[in-house]
């Protein structure tokens, strides 16, 4: 993919068959950033996602953070929603217990994931002692309780941690065995590295949905960082993409909506149709693309039109 290529208008004239969409979520951590959530998921809401999902924090420190935002989508947004939920740091028994607190909540989605080591606590990671070792153990634990759709990570330029390819799609396969229906990848931004892993997974004859993780970027530098840590390559074309734009906000955001919209484009060209947006609590860029992808307001989420029908 070449920032060269011009933005053709396919996707703008797709409204039937429109692909499926799914948003992901932090749970806000003061209550200017929980007013601007609320913002975010209300104008979000209105691109008909299968299901928005919130994050849990590492080593689990946000988890009433993210049940009350959860709860909170539900009631107030009447959307799916999927609760995020690692197994690092805990014992088997709390692990239970907060699936069993996302089944009273009326949750019915479940991103099971092992988790890393919060930040100073070191790289390299432990099971507790009493805990599930990893995403598929805890996949079992999901599959056990009963009542979820389980989603779980997956990783096109593989975990960083994995020895191989080999390993980390052994891996995928141990989750899929342990009730995975689904699997949402890392963030990337070569869609050939995407159609690859694509390959890779199939051949291994693992056939559930494995849907891109897409992170529309608002600040260039923090998503080099962030990939940096998870194993995800910036490519050079995007980093000349940013270039020289550090004193122009205006444009940088041209540019990423430019990017991300050529990233969805192309996806759907190569036959995709379901994307997992990371969206980083920001409504913009993935409102942007969707509305791109040919989602709409249902109807029923615009009163003053269905009256005046
Ligand atoms: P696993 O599936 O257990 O392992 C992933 C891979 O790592 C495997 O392929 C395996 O080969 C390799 N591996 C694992 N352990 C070892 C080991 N000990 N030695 C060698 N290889 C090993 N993190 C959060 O804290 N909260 C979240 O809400 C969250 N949401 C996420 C959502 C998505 C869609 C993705 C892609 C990631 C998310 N993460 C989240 C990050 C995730 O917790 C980390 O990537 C973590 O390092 C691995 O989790 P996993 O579930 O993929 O682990």
């Excluded at 990570?153 to 065995?177: C, G, N, W």
Aim: hydrophobic fraction near 40%.
């Amino acid at each position: 993919m070449s920032i060269d290529r011009p933005i053709h208008t396919a996707l703008a004239v797709r409204h039937d068959d429109a692909p499926r969409v799914s948003f992901e979520f932090f749970p806000p951590a003061s209550e200017t950033m929980d007013a601007s959530l609320r913002q975010t998921v209300a104008r979000l809401a209105s691109r008909q996602p299968e299901f928005v999902s919130v994050t849990y924090g590492a080593g689990g420190s946000t988890r009433e953070r993210t049940l009350s935002t959860l709860r909170r989508i539900l009631a107030e947004n009447r959307l799916d929603v999927a609760g995020h939920l690692t197994c690092i740091g805990a014992s088997r028994e709390e692990v239970d217990q907060v699936i069993a607190e996302y089944a009273a909540a009326g949750i019915r989605r479940i991103v099971a994931l092992r988790g890393d080591p919060p930040e100073g606590a070191g790289t390299h990671y432990r099971p507790h002692p009493q805990g599930y070792a990893n995403a598929a153990e805890l996949c079992a634990a999901v599959s056990a309780h009963g009542g979820f759709e389980i989603a779980v990570a997956a990783y096109p330029e593989k975990h960083p941690e994995s020895a191989d390819f080999d390993a980390d799609i052994d891996m995928l396969k141990r989750k899929v065995d342990h009730g995975a229906t689904m699997a949402i990848t890392q963030f990337f931004f070569d869609n050939d590295v995407f159609e690859t892993y694509l390959e890779r997974v199939r051949r291994a004859g693992i056939d559930i949905p494995i849907v891109p993780g897409l992170l529309p970027i608002h600040d260039f530098a923090r998503v080099s960082a962030f990939a940096r840590r998870c194993g995800a390559s910036i490519p050079g074309w995007l980093e000349r993409g940013f270039g020289e734009l550090d004193d122009d906000p205006q444009t940088r955001s041209m540019v990423a909506a430019a990017l991300a919209a050529e990233q969805v484009d192309d996806l759907v060209e190569r036959g995709i149709g379901q994307f997992h947006f990371y969206t980083m609590n920001r409504a913009d860029l993935t409102f942007a693309v969707c509305h791109l992808l040919g989602l709409r307001p249902r109807m029923s989420a615009m009163p003053q039109l269905a009256e005046a029908s």
